[in-house]
């Protein structure tokens, strides 16, 4: 199993409806989980870091862990056109090399 | 303001060249990394270093070379042993280095003619 892993989609969903997107990992990066934004030729920007099992909330956004079932998923309420991007799941393990990331989740959102 | 940056913002080399991109960050971060970005590749690291005078290889540091000399720069020289080196290049920092938030910069995009 590669050590995160999303869908590279393109995901495709309606302006206002709520955005799903799921990342798997393995247990060499376990233990704090973060999603980054990527507009097109520009750099990652963080969103939302998520350290225990649970919700976590920050205005649109939402991040969930499970480490049970090792996945981690990222939910925008009222999708914008602007959060049209990819979005980049990433994982630590603790080690000093720092995050391990997926190939990132292209989402578009229709207006 | 603090952050990282990068330069130059977009970089031409020619093959057989060395090349240096700069990468310089005022948030007193111990720890910074380099990545390399392609198209549906993801983040692949370079290099990464934890404290000034050290640092070590990331999954791809063959044709690469860094060095930090101080703290707040970690510059990258990609070397002509480097086969193809045309992509994204990122620079992060975090405030320590075992999981700890990474921040970026606006990157470098280097083009091989």
């Known amino acids: 199993q590669k050590e995160v892993e999303q869908n590279s989609g393109p995901l495709s969903v309606p302006e206002g409806a709520i955005a799903s997107l799921n990342c798997t990992y393995s247990d060499r990066v376990s233990q704090s989980f973060f999603w980054y934004r990527q507009y097109s030729g520009k750099s990652p920007e963080l969103i939302m870091s998520?350290?225990?099992?649970g919700d976590k909330e920050d205005g649109r956004f939402t991040a969930q862990l499970n480490k049970a079932s090792q996945y981690v998923s990222l939910l925008i309420r009222d999708s914008q056109p602007s959060d049209s991007a990819t979005y980049l799941c990433?994982?630590?393990?603790?080690?000093?090399?720092?995050?391990?990331f997926g190939k990132g989740t292209h989402l578009i959102i229709q207006p | 303001d603090g952050g990282i940056t990068q330069s130059p913002k977009y970089l031409f080399r020619k093959e057989g060249q060395n090349v240096t991109l700069s990468c310089e960050q005022n948030?007193?971060?111990?720890?910074m990394y380099w990545y390399r970005q392609d198209p549906g590749q993801g983040l692949r690291l370079i290099y990464y270093?934890?404290?000034?005078?050290?640092?070590q290889k990331g999954d791809i540091a063959e044709g690469y070379s860094v060095s930090r000399e101080k703290k707040e720069s970690f510059p990258l020289t990609v070397t002509s042993a480097q086969k193809n080196p045309t992509a994204f290049y990122l620079c992060?920092?975090?405030?320590?280095?075992?999981?700890?938030?990474?921040?970026f910069g606006p990157g470098t995009r280097l083009t091989v003619l």
């Open positions: 998520i350290y225990s099992n």
């Open positions: 990433a994982g630590s393990g603790g080690g000093a090399d720092g995050l391990t």
């Open positions: 992060a920092s975090s405030a320590g280095s075992r999981g700890d938030t990474q921040y």
């Open positions: 270093s934890q404290i000034v005078n050290d640092f």
């Open positions: 948030l007193n971060h111990d720890a």
